[in-house]
């Protein structure tokens, strides 16, 4: 299905995307699945879609979330928080510098990908979310230093506030820029020490599928990133309305459904934040304040006395 | 099947005679010495033009490893061109992400080389293998990995300003940690976008030429780092003076660092100096005594004592005086002093013959002056440069061994009845690098490190270092500051006013 | 006269551990530093002993050890095997030492006794509604004379955590110096749970408790809650032991039992006792393993050392 499909794909208008080589062998075609707890279940539902090309040619089916998987993926996103943020700052930093290591070594699948979803400059769009990914991990031990620090109250107290991961992070990617898009919320999301839940753009679930393989792969702890591909609309609401979901980023959300989101939010009262409306590949597209968005500030006081 | 066989008993010295760790496990194999090192300029190993070389040992045998390259004058200036032009051709205009990308190389390097370089650096240098495994070398790789990191986001750390590099620094570099003090600098200078001039220690350049076939094998342009050994005295005084260093940055001796501020005088070079410490480490009767016994142990002899932040002054609260001490010298009894490539050694050899001088006379100051000596029992090896663990009591603030860096395994131990008094006396000194306070209670740690004046205050812990935490001393323990945030701005520009 | 007082009469250094100061007493020891105290664990355990002290070491480990079973299903065939096992490990190989004990369930006590007469291996049994420790007084302090009229060697009791985590010390004390009387002369363990107490404050405190009331041993778990022995738990123990003798003049024995399956972490544990507590409690008189799976372990690695390949576990019998 990937690899070096990108480049035979001409050939082929209906069926499988792949023409056979010019030796006849005939291509083992992929099954992309969820990720929920480091694993690869289908959907407990059965159901699946499919997914085409920016020209129409079949892809993939790709799994079609229910809300019951959506309830096992929160599930595993909360088990494994504590573990995640009890991890020092360094270990999260190199842990997310050696999934850019991964991107970057698939670097043609990805391409391949994205050349199917129809974007204009594929290799652009690969190389931007790997350094993405690089630059939000360079900010696991320094967000504190540069977003916390210490209070000068009027009295003989020492005071400071550091910022803490939320929890649970619901993630609605947007349903364009496959890759860059999901890099661009996932990444600030979970160095800080939150895990996620997300929900992968419903025309373009390849690429986030891969990225979840490159996970599963790295040294990512099961259950801190899961991933769900399915219809969004069917989705969105059980992950705005779930109990244990701390904070959702809504960035993918279409705009008709932005204030149910909001409305079924309110009942947890779930932090709603939606990433900056730029071009993604502007340096104003990543920002600490994006981690910070999905981080709760905790202030200590502790007298001073001999 | 002797030794099944005897049917120990709860003899003593059947125990004492059974009970045996490994010794020298650690293979030097992995460490694949040249006879010759070359100095690292522009990208390359390159002959020095002073066609001068010196020879550096492994101070626990007096063995020589090898023989080393000594920067001249022309070679310290072709360095300071090489990296004035490679800083304007290459690295200024770089990218931070780019920049970032080459650091992040360095630090999974020696990740990666991680056990040649700590064999190397214990061979070098004396100490202790798990030290240099388990703190030299994590740590050199963590400061590339932290630093590596800021490259692309300068304009967050320093609030309404746009930061700028400065040029070539000049990092001159001691010997007591000379892979992670390379570390230290370059990690900083190169992320924000200077390049860089090593001058490491004379006794300890090994560790430092190895980093830059690392620098080597990460591509990074020729020129942006140099590394080029030679005496302090002189290849370091030319490379201080040269036109072409914009920065100067210097760990080692109060006394070399109060002569580079006086060459430096009316140069506009910006400086920063890390120099030495008399640290006051204060331990209250309510302290978790047995940590606190790790935390003195580990404060005086960790590396030998050779550190500028040593725990040298134990201040012990007097209701608590006499079971610390007997806690204490069972602890020193314990301390296995021998060979550096033995995983169980816990004290390691003595860096060179002066050092192993200077310790040997101020500790016979001690002993004039009126102090009581305690040194374990234990057997030294009869070629290297070896100092047992030494601890005196009885000991007046007016004593040389308290007022004096020994920078050696010697534990000076003086009391007090007050925290108003353990800090006037912890204070009262001219050195203010580090202090240690031991204490249950929450607010007296706060009162004390509010009140204190040292650069790093360590808390019921000793001798913790973190790429993200600044390090760097008060009054003469020097100015500036190593590690998080505050370390960037050494190596910038805030003021808008360089000519870049 | 009760046992706390005749302690408290007999041993001037102990006066200050009478039950009423028993309050007093754990007001006062030491506090303890969780982060120095796991990095001085971990720093001890990661040393490395020369391979003819390990044999030495792996030796004293079998000789240490508590050969144990403790479930529901204990029949007489089972604690048959397990003596058996206990009194020849290696039926191949003469040079294995016995271990030390069995420990065994009261209604088990005769049977053990009968197998293993004759040999210098004894018979500890736990008793005082273990594990949990909480069946009414003169229940417990009657299983404890029991296994003791029945010829058990020792008796490993549990501490009353109810009592202790309640701040009830007191009351814990006279407790503890109870059983102590009803042991006799009956070897003591004081089961403490060191998965349960919640910081190494407690544990260090409800060591002082204990060796104040007259415990042979303190022991670290019962194996019977999933948490298990740990190096930084064993050495708070071991540092409480150390004090205890400086200011008594008393060695108190130290077992570690719970988890403990393979022969590296009986080596870490020795290493441990040896660096904090020195040779004199490098014996079975003062320092014991509780395990069961351990002893196989132990034997494939003695077996390893002298014949240099790594042993499969189909060569040693499973008792």
């Known amino acids: 299905m990937s690899g070096g499909a990108g480049a035979q794909g001409a050939s082929e208008r209906e069926g499988a995307s792949v023409a056979p080589a010019t030796s006849g062998r005939l291509p083992v075609r992929r099954t992309a699945k969820l990720f929920i707890a480091g694993e690869f279940p289908r959907s407990e539902s059965g159901r699946s879609y499919e997914v085409f090309s920016h020209d129409g040619r079949l892809l993939a089916w790709a799994a079609r979330a229910s809300r019951k998987d959506l309830r096992d993926a929160v599930r595993a996103a909360r088990a494994a928080q504590p573990g995640w943020a009890g991890r020092t700052a360094y270990n999260r930093g190199q842990i997310l510098y050696r999934v850019a290591e991964l991107m970057e070594g698939r670097r043609v699948q990805f391409e391949a990908e994205l050349a199917d979803a129809g974007a204009p400059d594929p290799a652009r769009g690969v190389e931007a979310a790997i350094d993405r990914w690089v630059w939000y991990a360079g900010w696991a031990d320094k967000i504190g230093q540069v977003l916390g620090g210490t209070n000068p109250v009027a009295g003989p107290y020492f005071?400071?506030?550091i910022p803490e991961p939320?929890?649970?992070?619901?993630?609605?990617?947007?349903?364009?820029?496959?890759?860059?898009?999901?890099?661009?919320?996932?990444?600030?999301?979970?160095?800080?020490?939150?895990?996620?839940?997300?929900?992968?753009?419903?025309?373009?679930?390849?690429?986030?599928?891969?990225?979840?393989?490159?996970?599963?792969?790295?040294?990512?702890?099961?259950?801190?990133?899961?991933?769900?591909?399915?219809?969004?609309?069917e989705l969105v609401p059980w992950l705005a309305g779930h109990m244990d979901v701390s904070a959702i980023d809504v960035t993918g959300v279409p705009e008709d459904l932005l204030p149910q989101v909001e409305e079924l939010a309110a009942e947890n009262v779930k932090r709603v934040h939606r990433g900056p409306a730029v071009d993604p590949f502007s340096a104003v597209a990543q920002s600490p304040y994006e981690i910070t968005a999905l981080m709760e500030m905790k202030t200590v006081w502790h007298p001073m006395g001999a | 099947m002797g030794?099944?066989?005897?049917?120990?008993?709860?003899?003593?010295?059947?125990?004492?005679?059974?009970?045996?760790?490994?010794?020298?496990?650690?293979?030097?194999?992995?460490?694949r010495l040249q006879d010759r090192y070359g100095l690292f300029l522009g990208g390359r190993f390159v002959e020095p033009k002073s066609g001068r070389y010196f020879v550096t040992i492994n101070p626990a045998t007096e063995e020589p490893l090898a023989e080393v390259a000594e920067a001249g004058e022309e070679d310290v200036d072709l360095a300071a061109r090489t990296a004035r032009e490679a800083w304007e051709e290459h690295w200024r205009d770089l990218p931070g992400k780019e920049r970032a990308k080459y650091l992040y190389r360095i630090a999974r390097a020696l990740q990666e080389r991680s056990r040649e370089f700590a064999v190397l650096e214990t061979m070098n240098n004396g100490k202790p293998i798990k030290e240099s495994r388990d703190v030299d070398v994590p740590l050199a790789a963590a400061h590339f990995f932290y630093y590596a990191g800021w490259a692309d986001k300068l304009e967050y750390?320093?609030?309404?300003?746009?930061?700028?590099?400065?040029?070539?620094?000049?990092?001159?570099?001691?010997?007591?940690?000379?892979?992670?003090?390379?570390?230290?600098?370059?990690?900083?200078?190169?992320?924000?976008?200077?390049?860089?001039?090593?001058?490491?220690?004379?006794?300890?350049?090994?560790?430092?030429?190895?980093?830059?076939?690392?620098?080597?094998?990460?591509?990074?342009?020729?020129?942006?780092?140099?590394?080029?050994?030679g005496p302090g005295g002189r290849t370091g005084g030319w490379l201080a003076a040269h036109a072409d260093i914009a920065k100067i940055a210097f760990t080692g001796s109060t006394e070399i660092g109060k002569v580079l501020r006086r060459n430096v005088a009316g140069t506009g070079k910006r400086l920063t100096l890390e120099l030495g410490g008399k640290a006051a480490n204060i331990v209250f009767e309510d302290a978790a005594l047995d940590q606190a016994i790790e935390g003195i142990i580990n404060g005086i002899f960790f590396n030998q004592g050779e550190v500028c932040c040593a725990g040298s002054r134990l201040f012990v609260q007097e209701s608590v005086f006499e079971p610390l001490v007997d806690k204490l010298k069972?602890?020193?009894?314990?301390?296995?002093?021998?060979?550096?490539?033995?995983?169980?050694?816990?004290?390691?050899?003595?860096?060179?013959?002066?050092?192993?001088?200077?310790?040997e006379e101020l500790v016979q100051s001690g002993i004039e002056e009126g102090a009581e000596i305690?040194?374990?029992?234990?057997?030294?090896?009869?070629?290297?440069?070896?100092?047992?663990?030494?601890?005196?009591?009885?000991?007046?603030?007016?004593?040389?061994?308290?007022?004096?860096?020994?920078?050696?395994?010697?534990?000076?131990?003086?009391?007090?009845?007050?925290?108003?008094?353990?800090?006037?006396?912890?204070?009262?000194?001219?050195?203010?690098?580090?202090?240690?306070?031991?204490?249950?209670?929450?607010?007296?740690?706060?009162?004390?490190?509010?009140?204190?004046?040292?650069?790093v205050i360590w808390a019921n812990t000793f001798n913790r270092f973190d790429p993200a935490s600044p390090f760097g001393g008060y009054k003469e323990s020097g100015f500036g500051r190593e590690g998080g945030r505050h370390g960037l701005e050494p190596y910038l520009d805030l003021d808008g006013g360089n000519g870049a | 006269m009760s046992k706390a007082a005749e302690i408290e009469r007999n041993a001037p250094g102990l006066a200050l551990h009478a039950p009423r100061e028993a309050s007093r007493?754990?007001?006062?020891?030491?506090?303890?530093?969780?982060?120095?105290?796991?990095?001085?664990?971990?720093?001890?355990?990661?040393?490395?002993?020369?391979?003819?002290?390990?044999?030495?070491?792996?030796?004293?480990?079998?000789?240490?050890?508590?050969?144990?079973?403790?479930?529901?299903?204990?029949?007489?065939?089972?604690?048959?095997?397990?003596?058996?096992?206990?009194?020849?490990?290696?039926p191949t190989d003469p040079t294995i030492p016995p271990v030390a004990a069995v420990c065994v369930y009261p209604q088990l006590v005769p049977v053990a006794l009968g197998q293993v007469e004759g040999t210098t291996v004894k018979v500890a049994s736990v008793a005082g509604s273990f594990p949990a420790g909480l069946g009414p007084l003169e229940a417990r302090l009657a299983e404890i004379r029991t296994v003791v009229e029945q010829g058990a060697h020792e008796v490993d009791i549990v501490l009353n955590r109810s009592l202790f985590l309640g701040g009830r010390y007191a009351a814990c004390f006279e407790e503890l110096a109870a059983a102590r009387e009803a042991a006799g002369d009956a070897h003591m363990k004081v089961i403490l749970e060191v998965g349960e107490l919640g910081s190494y404050d407690r544990i260090r405190q409800a060591s002082v408790l204990a060796m104040a009331a007259g415990a042979d041993f303190i022991k670290t778990s019962t194996g019977k809650i999933g948490s298990s022995a740990t190096l930084p738990a064993a050495l708070c123990m071991m540092e409480a032991a150390r004090d205890f003798f400086r200011e008594t003049g008393r060695r108190v024995g130290i077992k570690v039992a719970g988890g403990i399956r393979a022969s590296k972490q009986a080596v870490q544990y020795l290493v441990l006792v040896y660096e904090t507590l020195g040779p004199e409690w490098m014996t079975p008189e003062r320092f014991r393993i509780g395990a069961s799976s351990l002893l196989n372990d132990v034997l494939m690695q003695i077996n390893k050392e002298r014949t240099g390949r790594y042993q499969g576990p189909d060569y040693f019998t499973i008792d």
């Open chain 1, 159 to 161: 005071n400071f506030t």
């Open chain 1, 166 to 233: 939320t929890g649970v992070v619901g993630i609605v990617a947007p349903p364009d820029q496959a890759l860059l898009g999901l890099v661009s919320r996932l990444a600030p999301a979970i160095v800080s020490g939150n895990t996620a839940v997300v929900l992968a753009s419903e025309p373009s679930p390849l690429p986030a599928v891969s990225l979840s393989e490159v996970l599963a792969t790295s040294d990512v702890p099961p259950g801190v990133v899961n991933l769900l591909t399915g219809l969004t609309a």
């Open chain 2, 3 to 31: 030794e099944i066989e005897r049917r120990a008993t709860s003899a003593l010295e059947e125990q004492q005679r059974v009970w045996e760790y490994s010794t020298a496990p650690e293979s030097t194999e992995i460490v």
């Open chain 2, 157 to 229: 750390a320093f609030p309404g300003r746009i930061p700028r590099p400065l040029g070539v620094a000049a990092q001159i570099t001691p010997w007591n940690f000379p892979l992670l003090m390379c570390a230290w600098k370059l990690a900083p200078a190169l992320a924000t976008g200077n390049t860089a001039i090593l001058k490491p220690a004379s006794t300890t350049p090994l560790t430092a030429l190895l980093l830059a076939e690392v620098i080597e094998q990460a591509e990074l342009p020729p020129g942006v780092v140099n590394v080029i050994p």
């Open chain 2, 330 to 359: 069972a602890r020193l009894d314990t301390l296995r002093v021998g060979d550096p490539l033995d995983k169980n050694t816990d004290v390691g050899a003595i860096n060179s013959r002066d050092q192993l001088d200077k310790i």
């Open chain 2, 374 to 455: 305690y040194q374990p029992e234990c057997s030294l090896p009869e070629r290297g440069f070896w100092f047992r663990p030494t601890l005196f009591t009885n000991v007046a603030q007016s004593h040389r061994i308290a007022r004096e860096e020994i920078f050696g395994p010697v534990l000076s131990i003086l009391t007090f009845r007050t925290p108003q008094e353990a800090v006037e006396k912890a204070n009262n000194t001219e050195y203010g690098l580090s202090a240690g306070i031991w204490t249950e209670k929450g607010s007296r740690i706060l009162w004390m490190a509010d009140r204190m004046k040292a650069g």
């Open chain 3, 25 to 90: 007493l754990v007001a006062r020891v030491a506090s303890v530093d969780a982060v120095g105290l796991e990095e001085r664990a971990a720093s001890l355990g990661r040393r490395s002993i020369k391979r003819g002290s390990k044999l030495w070491a792996l030796d004293l480990a079998i000789r240490a050890m508590d050969l144990t079973t403790l479930e529901g299903v204990d029949t007489t065939g089972r604690v048959v095997s397990l003596c058996a096992k206990a009194v020849r490990p290696d």
